[in-house]
């Protein structure tokens, strides 16, 4: 059935203007000048929607997409004479657009986006069209719910109650909004943005490509840098939530304390407790968490951690009035948030020292914090649906991403690695640490990991990070930490570290899904009791015995080296509103997830993440729980989440308290 009109005027026009661009009144040198900055292959498949020349998706120029190791091929792989003779094809289209006054004609068909698409995948097959239409976001709207509560069940009482406002928590109000689903946000910051909105550490920016962390619905074609800022993805957030109308929804400063499962009307009681420490409780249909997996500090149980004289927080409580000078600064843990921290802080403080318990692996990303060339940023501000064909062919190149690499070969034998192209990437790491240490044997001795690459999250590198450690300032320890003192760190050798501020950069506690929320099921089942520190979910987003509660970023759905969690939540948001369009169809009011269902998926998934490097080597890392398992990854492509998550199999539910029978007495 169509979607409701109401909705699709209101939140299409806001879709619409992140796709306005200016008109081109260059000359046709400077177009040539901003061509020689451009990325290439994308830039072809905007312009196959933009002029009619067939040249412009020639086999002359698809991009050959090597395999991705340590670092990306530059232009898909494309030689330089393909590269030439490109630009000067694209040259020719710019001015034939320009000329006609940078108009275009009409929204583009699906035949030139087809074409276009297996353009830059190397001719994917056709079972990857959808998934790919979806993050191209062509046409318009084309993950939004192809119903509307008006239409199906317009006398249903149905409202949603969606915890948290930060990514996830986006994607399923505005999917919700397009269906016409009533919901309510509640959210425990005075802002939207979650995890970007509390991280304010000095150095704070994106680790995946930026245009790829971005919704499919609200595609920027204007950041200013590969891998942002923080300031700038909040930026974004708080942009997409008054675009898209969802602020009157949200309650902010309100906190969801505990719900309930309501089995006489099969619903849920919501307990908040507001900024006021006043409490109330609300009644919901459904309930959607959108927490994040990443969100609740880990501050080790170090002895002596409270006899600490100076001051000391954990990095995702940074204090922004800090004044650094001058001071001695300990940064416990060299994980991605110290990486960040570390070069960041480093010229400012009298003295930094970095203790570390496990050195990270380094991928050379050279660009890491450049700004957009300006030919580039140029031409996505003038050439229509090239952002959208940028983040399209970085979703794609991230698409499988370095799974290959991250392999598990069981006949493999080498203890440093897992397979013989894990072999492979760990030498090149190796050697891009190497190239930076020639003059420091002693910190390439402490920086080198002892277990296989993707075992622990990879950080990116353009050699900031080994220029930091270099500094006389900056030592970098790897005795294990023994105890806090009054004046600092002791570590095993007996040395106490004299410092002014200790830093916690010691990561979140991954596997603690929905803590410190009290929820309670059917039979007032407990749901971490449930669990039992072993959090599991059906797809990663139903659990039995708790109907109609829905989890987005869940148990085993986190993606490590290929795709972003963006894409991960609105899959899961998307089956979540699915399940709540099933309902509204049926008239039932719950549905609630078969054991044998998620016995199954958890099994599978346990199986594919014993065959990658995170799942098979014993290390100390977030991706997995305190039982060694790896609840918190997906092992498997993107492609396969995708399929899944389009629709409820109603065979994996029991269906619960059709609208015809009679409510039990409470």
Not at 65 to 88: C, F, H, N, W
Not at 356 to 385: F, K
Not at 528 to 547: I, M, S
Request: proline share 7%; glycine share 8%.
């Amino acid at each position: 059935m169509p979607m409701h009109r109401e909705h699709r005027d209101v939140i299409g026009s806001a879709e619409l203007d992140y796709d306005h661009i200016l008109p081109i009144t260059e000359d046709d040198d400077f177009i040539a000048r901003a061509l020689a900055e451009a990325e290439v292959p994308a830039l072809l498949a905007a312009l196959a929607l933009v002029d009619d020349d067939p040249e412009l998706l020639g086999d002359q120029f698809k991009p050959p997409l090597p395999p991705m190791d340590s670092v990306i091929a530059p232009q898909g792989g494309m030689s330089a004479a393909s590269l030439e003779r490109a630009r000067e094809v694209a040259l020719k289209a710019l001015v034939r657009f320009r000329d006609r006054g940078s108009v275009l004609a009409e929204e583009p068909g699906t035949d030139v986006l087809n074409r276009s698409m297996r353009f830059l995948t190397k001719d994917a097959g056709p079972e990857y069209l959808p998934l790919l239409r979806h993050e191209l976001g062509l046409p318009r709207g084309y993950g939004a719910p192809n119903w509307s509560k008006q239409d199906i069940a317009p006398e249903t009482d149905f409202t949603v109650a969606v915890i948290g406002a930060g990514i996830a928590g986006m994607a399923a109000a505005y999917r919700l909004r397009q269906a016409g689903v009533p919901f309510v946000m509640f959210e425990k910051n005075p802002e939207v943005g979650g995890t970007w909105w509390e991280n304010v550490y000095p150095g704070c920016r994106l680790d995946t490509p930026n245009y790829a962390y971005s919704y499919s619905f609200a595609q920027k074609p204007d950041w200013p840098q590969q891998f942002s800022e923080q300031v700038e993805i909040e930026a974004y957030l708080q942009d997409v939530a008054t675009r898209f109308g969802l602020r009157p929804h949200i309650r902010f400063g309100t906190e969801v304390v505990e719900a309930r499962f309501d089995e006489a009307a099969l619903g849920w009681n919501v307990t908040t407790r507001d900024s006021d420490g006043d409490t109330a409780t609300h009644h919901f249909q459904a309930i959607i968490t959108a927490v994040g997996q990443l969100n609740r500090p880990n501050i080790p149980d170090i002895p002596g951690r409270d006899t600490f004289a100076g001051r000391s927080f954990h990095s995702a409580q940074w204090d922004r009035d800090l004044d650094l000078t001058g001071l001695r600064v300990a940064v416990i843990g060299t994980g991605a948030s110290a990486y960040q921290i570390v070069p960041s802080i480093a010229g400012q403080v009298d003295h930094l020292t970095v203790f570390q318990r496990n050195a990270p692996w380094m991928l050379p990303t050279p660009t890491y914090h450049d700004d957009i060339r300006p030919g580039m940023s140029w031409l996505l501000r003038h050439v229509p649906y090239y952002g959208r064909w940028y983040r399209f062919w970085q979703f794609w190149l991230a698409a499988e991403g370095r799974l290959p690499f991250v392999k598990v070969d069981p006949e493999w034998t080498d203890p440093d690695s897992t397979s013989a192209a894990n072999a492979e990437l760990r030498r090149q790491l190796l050697e891009h640490l190497r190239r930076q240490l020639t003059d420091r044997p002693d910190l390439l001795a402490k920086m080198t990991p002892t277990y296989p690459p993707g075992a622990k999250r990879m950080t990116r590198d353009n050699g900031v990070w080994a220029d930091a450690l270099k500094r006389p300032n900056v030592g970098l320890v790897v005795d294990p930490i023994e105890a806090i003192t009054e004046k600092g760190v002791r570590t095993a050798d007996g040395t106490v570290h004299e410092v002014d501020l200790i830093v916690y950069a010691t990561g979140f506690l991954a596997s603690d899904y929905l803590e410190p929320m009290t929820i309670r099921g059917r039979d007032d089942l407990d749901l971490h009791e449930y669990w039992g520190g072993d959090a599991r979910a059906y797809l990663g987003v139903t659990v039995p015995r708790f109907p109609n509660l829905f989890m987005l970023m869940g148990p085993n759905t986190g993606v490590v080296v290929n795709g972003s969690a963006i894409f991960m939540a609105e899959c899961a948001a998307e089956y979540t509103v699915e399940c709540i369009g099933e309902l509204l169809r049926s008239g039932y009011r719950s549905l609630d997830p078969q054991e044998s269902a998620l016995k199954e998926f958890c099994d599978r998934v346990d199986a594919g993440n014993k065959l990658r490097a995170w799942g098979a080597v014993q290390v100390s890392t977030w991706y997995q729980n305190r039982f060694g398992r790896a609840s918190q990854v997906w092992p498997f492509a993107l492609q396969e989440y995708y399929e899944i998550t389009r629709s409820p199999d109603l065979a994996d539910y029991e269906l619960l308290g059709h609208h015809t029978e009679p409510e039990k007495a409470g």
